[in-house]
């Protein structure tokens, strides 16, 4: 056997692997900031810093005692604003002294940061309590909430109907601080008028809407007195709406609500004529998907607009204008995930199954250049998936990706974890700590894109969309089923080197329904892990936090007029079908899909006698695998790996055979 030279990626590695997001350009496109982010299982918390460098030169991360994130730099000189610790706003020029504080402290954590064009304000975001003494009260003593709103709460958020996103202005030359929102409506995602004297962002404020996610565009000066005033109409979910140069349109994302499952389209409308055009339309594709990450549509002059585009398991950058769509990268194997444009310069954070995030740049159209490899001294061997484009009988392809483990230190055939994607997400040239500790611990991985998933149009989404949705389909559970068990077994019968008799499934969200449901319905499957999942649609219609909208719409019926449909598409009514070992994982604070789900599910399959385990997470809520605390994420990864080499066994090789 060859030495080993490379040491596998190991589950405590996830505090070793940064990850970028945020980028951000200078004024003349000649610096670039990002923010790092690694989860520390040490602290157990997030240490999130900023760096900065020249372009074309290696970036370094600022010195500072606190968590810095939001980098923003001025409009019209090199100042660069940060929010530090969470709650506190400072100011540092690319020369000059320490940063100066410009706001210390703010009672809510700040979610937005915006300079005006000028150079003189700050525009920044928090959550602010509508009674501030409830918050602050002991649990055991606050009064009751009285709640009159349909939707009142958000995963990973809390309570929302008492806490509005309100929007502020700080004088950048006296810290002034004056208080842009008014009448404590959901203000977010803020945008700057070229002159500095307006703004416009996203507001529900329809009572008409108040059972959806459906907003509209605002416009409103900032001068004292100001009124908001609405430039769109109900019916769509906006997004990150960004003013033209020359300030006579906008941009925006734009989501129908009552046609989803559907694309997020990038449009366009002009202030004086609101006609909104749907710039990528001819993409049939969402564009900007993680508008955390990256800070919305990028203007390149007073026609072009450039944004992020999800296609066929990539992320890719795309300008915009009346005439259509082009790609501004080349395409390849990856996926950009943040991305900024100044002055002709492109900087943009890219990854790929074996590269950790990096940050890149492009000046004038010319050759990349990687400014910043945070993750370039975590010396590990990292698995490239081949990729796979996999005719099924139904008439259409889904495209795959398979990764083997070391050949040199595991015994083939491997077991084969076939790894499904939550609901309206794509698998397929991203960076995912969690494969790699898979295939360093002999497993060989699949992951796939069938019909329902993101990145392959409107059509492919509403292909599991219930009978009497708007769009119909065949609903959970039917044509996505069936896609992947096809590729399943196609992948297996391609490769002598897998085992079709030790063969996992898992999944998070509708990827744990789906594992639900294979397991019921497939026979294909040794051991399942099912992992915050939705298995009873029926009860989970009135307690999620996207109730009733997201059921009703996809569904096309409300619960209370035909729960059958919602019965008809829930994993919990196929559960004595189940006879594989299940894994159920749920997090206590959950508010997407509440724990209650799981528990339904464990119950019932207890009761049936099947072999079932339930591990339950306190604390944490839907995003646990991506956001939750490094500690617990470790300890998820540890179990995972103790559940699937207990029913599926890799058998790693030695110097004389296999052990």
Same mark, same amino acid.
């Given at each position: 056997?060859?030495?080993?030279? =490379?040491? !596998?990626?190991? &589950?405590?590695? /996830?505090? %070793?692997? *940064? #990850?970028?997001?945020?980028?951000?350009?200078?004024?003349?496109?000649?610096?670039?900031?990002?923010?790092?982010?690694?989860?520390?299982?040490?602290?157990?918390?997030?240490?999130?810093?900023?760096?900065?460098?020249?372009?074309?030169?290696?970036?370094?991360?600022?010195?500072?005692?606190?968590?810095?994130?939001?980098?923003?730099?001025?409009?019209?000189?090199?100042?660069?604003?940060?929010?530090?610790?969470?709650?506190?706003?400072?100011?540092?020029?690319?020369?000059?002294?320490?940063?100066?504080?410009?706001?210390?402290?703010?009672?809510?954590?700040?979610?937005?940061?915006?300079?005006?064009?000028?150079?003189?304000?700050?525009?920044?975001?928090?959550?602010?309590?509508?009674?501030?003494?409830?918050?602050?009260?002991?649990?055991?003593? =606050?009064? !009751?909430?009285? &709640?009159?709103? /349909?939707? %009142?709460? *958000? #995963?990973?958020?809390?309570?929302?109907?008492?806490?509005?996103?309100?929007?502020?202005?700080?004088?950048?030359?006296?810290?002034?601080?004056?208080?842009?929102?008014?009448?404590?409506?959901?203000?977010?995602?803020?945008?700057?008028?070229?002159?500095?004297?307006?703004?416009?962002?996203?507001?529900?404020?329809?009572?008409?809407?108040?059972?959806?996610?459906?907003?509209?565009?605002?416009?409103?000066?900032?001068?004292?007195?100001?009124?908001?005033?609405?430039?769109?109409?109900?019916?769509?979910?906006?997004?990150?709406?960004?003013?033209?140069?020359?300030?006579?349109?906008?941009?925006?994302?734009?989501?129908?609500?009552?046609?989803?499952?559907?694309?997020?389209?990038?449009?366009?409308?002009?202030?004086?004529?609101?006609?909104?055009?749907?710039?990528?339309?001819?993409?049939?594709?969402?564009?900007?998907?993680?508008?955390?990450?990256?800070?919305?549509?990028?203007?390149?002059?007073?026609?072009?607009?450039?944004?992020?585009?999800?296609?066929?398991?990539?992320?890719?950058?795309?300008?915009?204008?009346?005439?259509?769509?082009?790609?501004?990268?080349?395409?390849?194997?990856?996926?950009?995930?943040?991305?900024?444009?100044?002055?002709?310069?492109?900087?943009?954070?890219?990854?790929?199954?074996?590269?950790?995030?990096?940050?890149?740049?492009?000046?004038?159209?010319?050759?990349?250049?990687?400014?910043?490899?945070?993750?370039?001294?975590?010396?590990?061997?990292?698995?490239?998936?081949?990729?796979?484009?996999?005719?099924?009988?139904?008439?259409?392809?889904?495209?795959?990706?398979?990764?083997?483990?070391?050949?040199?230190?595991?015994?083939?055939?491997?077991?084969?974890?076939?790894?499904?994607?939550?609901?309206?997400?794509?698998?397929?040239?991203?960076?995912?700590?969690?494969?790699?500790?898979?295939?360093?611990?002999?497993?060989?991985?699949?992951?796939?894109?069938?019909?329902?998933?993101?990145?392959?149009?409107?059509?492919?989404?509403?292909?599991?969309?219930?009978?009497?949705?708007?769009?119909?389909?065949?609903?959970?559970?039917?044509?996505?089923?069936?896609?992947?068990?096809?590729?399943?077994?196609?992948?297996?019968?391609?490769?002598?080197?897998?085992?079709?008799?030790?063969?996992?499934?898992?999944?998070?969200?509708?990827?744990?329904?789906?594992?639900?449901?294979?397991?019921?319905?497939?026979?294909?499957?040794?051991?399942?892990?099912?992992?915050?999942?939705?298995?009873?649609?029926?009860?989970?219609?009135?307690?999620?936090?996207?109730?009733?909208?997201?059921?009703?719409?996809?569904?096309?019926?409300?619960?209370?007029?035909?729960?059958?449909?919602?019965?008809?598409?829930?994993?919990?009514?196929?559960?004595?079908?189940?006879?594989?070992?299940?894994?159920?994982?749920?997090?206590?604070?959950?508010?997407?899909?509440?724990?209650?789900?799981?528990?339904?599910?464990?119950?019932?399959?207890?009761?049936?006698?099947?072999?079932?385990?339930?591990?339950?997470?306190?604390?944490?809520?839907?995003?646990?695998?991506?956001?939750?605390?490094?500690?617990?994420?470790?300890?998820?990864?540890?179990?995972?790996?103790?559940?699937?080499?207990?029913?599926?066994?890799?058998?790693?090789?030695?110097?004389?055979?296999?052990?």
């Amino acid at each position: 056997m060859p030495p080993l030279t =490379r040491t !596998p990626v190991t &589950i405590r590695d /996830l505090s %070793a692997f *940064a #990850d970028l997001a945020n980028v951000q350009l200078s004024h003349d496109g000649q610096f670039a900031a990002v923010t790092r982010s690694v989860p520390c299982t040490e602290a157990n918390r997030y240490r999130v810093t900023v760096a900065i460098g020249g372009v074309g030169d290696p970036l370094a991360e600022l010195a500072s005692a606190a968590d810095e994130t939001l980098p923003r730099w001025s409009p019209v000189d090199d100042r660069l604003a940060t929010v530090a610790a969470g709650r506190s706003i400072v100011v540092r020029t690319l020369a000059g002294p320490e940063p100066v504080p410009l706001v210390r402290d703010w009672p809510d954590r700040i979610e937005e940061l915006a300079w005006s064009p000028d150079g003189a304000w700050l525009l920044y975001v928090a959550r602010e309590p509508v009674d501030r003494t409830w918050w602050e009260t002991s649990e055991d003593r =606050r009064p !009751p909430l009285r &709640i009159t709103r /349909l939707r %009142a709460r *958000a #995963d990973d958020v809390g309570w929302t109907f008492n806490r509005p996103r309100q929007a502020y202005l700080v004088s950048a030359r006296t810290g002034a601080v004056t208080k842009l929102s008014a009448g404590g409506h959901d203000d977010a995602e803020f945008g700057w008028y070229p002159d500095s004297r307006a703004v416009v962002f996203v507001s529900a404020r329809e009572p008409a809407g108040e059972g959806s996610p459906a907003n509209e565009v605002y416009r409103q000066g900032i001068a004292a007195g100001s009124a908001a005033e609405a430039l769109t109409g109900p019916g769509y979910c906006y997004g990150q709406p960004r003013v033209s140069p020359d300030g006579s349109r906008v941009a925006f994302t734009r989501m129908d609500v009552a046609n989803f499952p559907s694309v997020t389209a990038l449009c366009v409308a002009e202030f004086g004529d609101w006609r909104e055009r749907d710039l990528s339309a001819s993409l049939d594709r969402d564009v900007n998907p993680d508008w955390r990450a990256t800070d919305g549509p990028v203007w390149l002059d007073d026609t072009t607009v450039l944004a992020l585009v999800e296609d066929a398991g990539r992320t890719e950058a795309y300008r915009f204008d009346t005439a259509g769509a082009v790609p501004v990268l080349e395409r390849g194997p990856r996926s950009v995930t943040s991305l900024a444009a100044k002055a002709g310069t492109l900087a943009y954070v890219t990854c790929a199954p074996a590269q950790p995030p990096q940050l890149v740049a492009r000046v004038a159209a010319g050759p990349e250049t990687v400014l910043w490899q945070p993750n370039s001294t975590v010396d590990r061997e990292l698995r490239e998936p081949v990729p796979r484009s996999v005719p099924l009988a139904a008439g259409h392809q889904v495209d795959s990706w398979l990764t083997l483990p070391d050949a040199d230190r595991w015994q083939a055939p491997y077991p084969l974890v076939v790894c499904m994607q939550g609901g309206g997400t794509q698998h397929g040239y991203q960076w995912s700590h969690e494969f790699q500790t898979l295939a360093a611990a002999g497993f060989a991985t699949l992951t796939l894109n069938p019909r329902g998933c993101a990145g392959y149009g409107t059509a492919w989404m509403h292909a599991v969309s219930g009978p009497e949705a708007r769009q119909p389909g065949t609903g959970w559970g039917v044509d996505d089923i069936n896609d992947i068990a096809e590729v399943v077994r196609h992948t297996l019968g391609s490769h002598d080197d897998l085992d079709p008799a030790r063969v996992g499934v898992m999944g998070g969200s509708y990827g744990g329904l789906v594992v639900t449901w294979l397991l019921a319905r497939s026979g294909l499957f040794r051991a399942g892990w099912a992992e915050r999942g939705p298995y009873n649609l029926v009860s989970l219609a009135g307690t999620n936090d996207e109730s009733p909208w997201f059921f009703e719409t996809y569904l096309g019926r409300a619960v209370t007029e035909d729960p059958a449909a919602y019965w008809a598409s829930s994993a919990l009514r196929v559960a004595a079908d189940i006879d594989a070992p299940l894994m159920i994982v749920h997090s206590e604070e959950d508010r997407r899909c509440p724990i209650q789900q799981a528990e339904e599910l464990y119950l019932t399959l207890k009761v049936l006698g099947k072999p079932v385990e339930f591990a339950r997470f306190p604390g944490e809520s839907h995003e646990l695998t991506r956001s939750g605390s490094p500690v617990h994420r470790v300890q998820r990864l540890e179990l995972l790996h103790e559940w699937f080499s207990t029913h599926l066994g890799p058998r790693a090789r030695t110097e004389t055979g296999v052990r």
